[in-house]
T-cell receptor
Framework: GIQVEQSPPDLILQEGANSTLRCNFS?????LQWFHQNPWGQLINLFY???GTKQNGRLSATTVATERYSLLYISSSQTTDSGVYFC??????????????FGQGTILTVHP | DGGITQSPKYLFRKEGQNVTLSCEQN?????MYWYRQDPGQGLRLIYY???????QKGDIAEGYSVSREKKESFPLTVTSAQKNPTAFYLC????????????????FGSGTQLSVL
């Protein structure tokens, strides 16, 4: 199956700092999503971004499908950004409808 | 409010017992999914369903069963055959757009923490 690697595994920031999270994947994809899991376990969908660039407030994401990676940028981080960030992908072709494969996540801690 | 409701929030299973986790959605989504999350790990797919009365095994289906009798509901039963059931279980749903079903954004419930007594 498709492999998804996220880096770094852990990230500690001071409030106000910027950060970049990376997601590498091993095959062509037709679906890529970024999620934030808060300390209570709730997963929030941040972006659906199989290619291109999107922005939502302080967050933005870029996927370079031909080079098989995606980046999530967090600017002016806040303590509420703490949690685990997951990248999830579905391999292009076949019958992988909605069968997202998740990376291991990046644990982000933002200190006040 | 539209969303996905999982219940119970916490569940305890005795040895040899089957337990059922509930998942209901009122988003009118076609597809529903069950994922398992172990501490410090990513999510792994247990079962998924794209239409009523049809479902497919995911990557770790052994010891689990599901049904999809209604579009809104996708309960998961953790059977006694699942020897290591302690985990956080997440239900999700999405639309399926077009024959290729690629434009899907996944939405999650708040999860059920299952522990073994």
């Amino acid at each position: 199956g498709i492999q998804v690697e996220q880096s770094p595994p852990d990230l500690i920031l001071q409030e106000g700092a910027n950060s970049t999270l990376r997601c590498n994947f091993s095959d062509s994809v037709n679906n890529l999503q970024w999620f934030h899991q808060n300390p209570w376990g709730q997963l929030i969908n941040l972006f659906y971004i199989p290619s291109g660039t999107k922005q939502n407030g302080r967050l933005s994401a870029t996927t370079v499908a031909t080079e098989r990676y995606s980046l999530l940028y967090i600017s002016s981080s806040q303590t509420t950004d703490s949690g685990v960030y997951f990248c999830a992908v579905a391999r292009a072709g076949g019958t992988s409808y909605g069968k997202l494969t998740f990376g291991q996540g990046t644990i982000l801690t933002v200190h006040p | 409010d539209g969303g996905i409701t999982q219940s119970p929030k916490y569940l305890f299973r005795k040895e040899g017992q089957n337990v059922t986790l509930s998942c209901e959605q009122n988003l009118n989504h076609d597809a529903m999914y069950w994922y398992r999350q172990d501490p410090g790990q990513g999510l792994r797919l247990i079962y998924y369903s794209q239409i009523v009365n049809d479902f497919q095994k995911g990557d770790i289906a052994e010891g689990y069963s599901v049904s999809r009798e209604k579009k809104e509901s996708f309960p998961l039963t953790v059977t006694s055959a699942q020897k290591n059931p302690t985990a956080f279980y997440l239900c999700a749903s999405s639309t399926l757009q077009g024959w290729s079903a690629t434009n899907e954004k996944l939405f999650f419930g708040s999860g059920t923490q299952l522990s073994v007594l």
